[in-house]
T-cell receptor, first 116, second 112 residues
C-alpha cells in the first residue's frame, strides 16, 4: 500500500536561511506521481510541483528546488533564502498510476515557521 | 487561471442534520474528487468521480456520504446525519488526464 512520510512535523528558521523539507514515499507501482502542496494559514492548498516516476531530473523554480531520488524513495524540497511569506504547512503527496487509481495520498505535513 | 469554486466557505450545522457541500470544477476537467482535512491533520482522500460514477473511494466514504453531479457544472458531496467527527475542511479538486489536480479553497464544516 502507498504511504508518504514527512518525519519533520515542525521546522523553525530565521529569514534568509535555507531549509529542506523531507519526504519519503512507499509504493509498489512503477508509474506514480509525486507532488508538493503549500497550505498557508488561510487554508487553501497551493500546488507547487508534480513529478512522474520516470523523470528524476531535479527542478529549480526561483527559490524553490526539488530533489527526486528513486534509489532512496525520497522527494525533498528546499527553499533557499527563506522569507516570512514561506511560513505554511507543506504537504508531500503520492498518486499511484499502474492500476489507474487517481487518489492522492498525503503525508502528515511539515509546518515551516520563518522568523523575521 | 481557471479555478475550482467551493460554496459555502464555512457551514455550521447541528448534529444529525444533512449537509450538501457544493463545488464547481474546472470546466474541461474529467475527474472530480473530494478530500477531507480534520483540523491540524493531514489531507485524506474521500472519493473520486469520473464519467458520472464513483471510480474510487476510501474507507472513510461510507453510507453516510454520497456524491452527485446534478448538472454539467456542479459536483456535490452530501453528508447525511452529520456527526461531531465530521467537522473538518472539505476540499473539492478536479483534474484532467495528466493528473494536474486543482483544489478549491475548501468548505469548513462545523458540526455542533
Amino acid at each position: 500500500a502507498q504511504k508518504v512520510t514527512q518525519a519533520q512535523t515542525e521546522i523553525s528558521v530565521v529569514e534568509k536561511e535555507d531549509v529542506t523539507l523531507d519526504c519519503v514515499y512507499e509504493t509498489r507501482d512503477t508509474t506514480y506521481y509525486l507532488f508538493w502542496y503549500k497550505q498557508p494559514p488561510s487554508g487553501e492548498l497551493v500546488f507547487l510541483i508534480r513529478r512522474n516516476s520516470f523523470d528524476e531530473q531535479n527542478e529549480i523554480s526561483g527559490r524553490y528546488s526539488w530533489n527526486f531520488q528513486k534509489s532512496t524513495s525520497s522527494f525533498n524540497f528546499t527553499i533557499t533564502a527563506s522569507q516570512v511569506v514561506d511560513s505554511a504547512v507543506y504537504f508531500c503527496a503520492l498518486s499511484e498510476a499502474d492500476t489507474g487509481r487517481r487518489a492522492l495520498t498525503f503525508g502528515s505535513g511539515t509546518r515551516l515557521q520563518v522568523q523575521p | 487561471e481557471p479555478e475550482v469554486t467551493q460554496t459555502p466557505s464555512h457551514q455550521v450545522t447541528q448534529m444529525g442534520q444533512e449537509v450538501i457541500l457544493r463545488c464547481v470544477p474546472i470546466s474541461n476537467h474529467l475527474y472530480f474528487y473530494w478530500y477531507r482535512q480534520i483540523l491540524g491533520q493531514k489531507v485524506e482522500f474521500l472519493v473520486s468521480f469520473y464519467n458520472n460514477e464513483i471510480s474510487e473511494k476510501s474507507e472513510i466514504f461510507d453510507d453516510q456520504f454520497s456524491v452527485e453531479r446534478p448538472d454539467g457544472s456542479n459536483f456535490t458531496l452530501k453528508i447525511r446525519s452529520t456527526k461531531l467527527e465530521d467537522s473538518a475542511m472539505y476540499f473539492c479538486a478536479s483534474s484532467q488526464e495528466e493528473r494536474g489536480y486543482t483544489f478549491g479553497s475548501g468548505t469548513r464544516l462545523t458540526v455542533v
